[in-house]
């Protein structure tokens, strides 16, 4: 199994440019979501997705930030435009529905604006 | 509100010794906590959960105690090794919506 898998793993752009994650869930896992982690913390939930539908987003900053999940399964996070205070890991997990155990985090995309 | 943290930054140890890893949360309604790994470029890994009906919990090498009085959990490592160092956080998991996690402790471990 392959895992939770992101892409890029590293991206470097210019404030006000706009910035796209992408996130691959478990295979059969029905919730996802996307965390952001800034250097030193523990991350911090953006937005959780149950199939296709966002049913907590109230930490995402909706101004700047996106996302979708089409078809229940990949989702991407989209940023437009960036700040420098997005510099950060973007996490994505998922989890088959509530449950113990937490969830599989990916390895992160570390996102750096200049 | 709802907030898990974590007493030190940083944790240095001598390779075999055991290693205690403190976290104090606010929230007394919290009823289930998991301690996770996050070594350098990748994502926290899941090591051990706890739920609030019980005090310890042992894994491999691993035990988690939770002390509902006081609000404070520990993450204990045996004979810590290298492949140990990371950083630790402990998070609530309360009601499986989502996991709040701490600040982080960092493990060094020294041969």
């Known amino acids: 199994e392959a895992g939770v898998v992101q892409s890029p793993r590293y991206k470097i752009i210019e404030k006000k440019q706009p910035v796209a994650f992408w996130c691959n869930p478990i295979s059969g896992h029905n919730t996802l979501y996307w965390y952001r982690q800034n250097l030193g913390q523990g991350p911090e939930l953006l937005i959780r997705?149950?199939?296709?539908?966002?049913?907590?987003d109230s930490q995402l900053p909706k101004d700047r930030f996106s996302a979708e999940r089409l078809k229940g399964v990949d989702s991407t996070l989209k940023i437009q435009p960036a700040e420098l205070g997005d510099s950060a890991v973007y996490l994505c997990a998922s989890s088959f529905g509530g449950q113990t155990g937490g969830y599989t985090f990916g390895s992160g995309t570390r996102l750096t604006v200049v | 509100g709802e907030s898990v943290g974590l007493h030190l930054p940083t944790l240095s140890v001598q390779e075999g010794d055991n290693s205690i890893i403190n976290c104090a949360y606010s929230n007394s309604a919290s009823d289930y906590f998991i301690w996770y790994k996050q070594e350098s470029g990748k994502g926290p890994q899941f090591i051990i959960d706890?739920?609030?009906?019980?005090d310890k919990r042992q894994g491999q090498r691993v035990t988690v105690l939770l002390n509902k009085t006081v609000k404070h959990l520990s993450l204990q490592i045996a004979a810590t090794q290298p492949g140990d160092s990371a950083v630790y956080f402990c998070a609530d998991h309360t009601g499986f919506q989502k996991l709040v996690f701490g600040t982080g402790t960092r493990l060094l471990v020294s041969p």
């Open positions: 706890i739920r609030s009906n019980m």
């Open positions: 997705y149950e199939n296709e539908e966002a049913v907590d």
